[in-house]
């Protein structure tokens, strides 16, 4: 009988179990000390996917919800850290409200859809500016009182934003941020599920590394 033992980087030995089975773990991420040419990644979220679809997201998603998402590709994973939004809209927005819109009824859902967690749920649908900047863990705070979070991007207070801004890797705890698996269907989506076309302006930007 030939026996033999393989052995990792670390010295570390590979197990069979008592029924044949090796213990693994599946990284989300590629290994932190492993060297790999890396880019950085920006999108825009769109109605298709890709960079030349498009990203005005205030659409009426009432009666079929409309997605906007970033993709995978076919030649590289994406690794998605910082995901900045903008709502913006004329008269008074406030916190209780998205964008001018009173609070939505069935709100903007927020999707990791991958092949092990088809539409996994980061959220399932936020309806208004507060519920937006509390999930989103790099808003900036300037302004008070009804006027909180909140920028005018006008100049002359014609249009108003709020300008909530995720980190990823903060939020969720994942080195890398959010996945997107090279050559595969996965996507990160916002679900439009109510009638936003009262807003001025609804889009969001992704960044982060393709490998």
Do not use: C
């Not at 890396?38 to 979220?45: C, H, Q, T």
């Not at 005005?56 to 900045?84: C, E, L, P």
């Not at 959220?123 to 507060?130: D, L, M, P, Q, V």
């Amino acid at each position: 009988m030939i026996y033999s033992k393989i052995k990792g980087q670390t010295g570390q030995t590979l197990k069979v179990g008592k029924e044949g089975e090796i213990d693994v773990v599946i990284h989300q991420h590629p290994p932190i000390d492993e060297v790999r040419p890396a880019l950085p990644f920006r999108s825009y979220f769109t109605d298709d996917g890709t960079t030349t679809g498009d990203n005005i997201m205030r659409v009426d998603g009432s009666v079929a919800f409309v997605d906007f998402y970033v993709k995978a590709s076919q030649d590289y994973d994406i690794y998605i850290k910082y995901i900045t939004t903008e709502i913006g809209d004329g008269g008074t927005p406030s916190l209780n409200k998205f964008g001018n819109l009173s609070a939505l009824f069935n709100g903007v859902a927020f999707l990791w859809d991958t092949q092990t967690e088809p539409e996994y749920e980061l959220h399932e649908g936020i309806k208004t500016n507060k519920e937006f900047i509390r999930i989103a863990s790099d808003s900036a705070g300037f302004g008070d009182g009804v006027n909180a979070f909140l920028a005018d991007v006008s100049g002359g207070g014609s249009e108003k934003s709020y300008l909530p801004n995720f980190d990823t890797t903060e939020i969720y705890g994942l080195p890398w941020g959010l996945r997107l698996k090279k050559g595969s269907l996965d996507r990160i989506v916002f679900r439009v599920q109510d009638n936003l076309t009262g807003l001025t302006t609804f889009n969001a930007i992704a960044t982060g590394t393709r490998v």
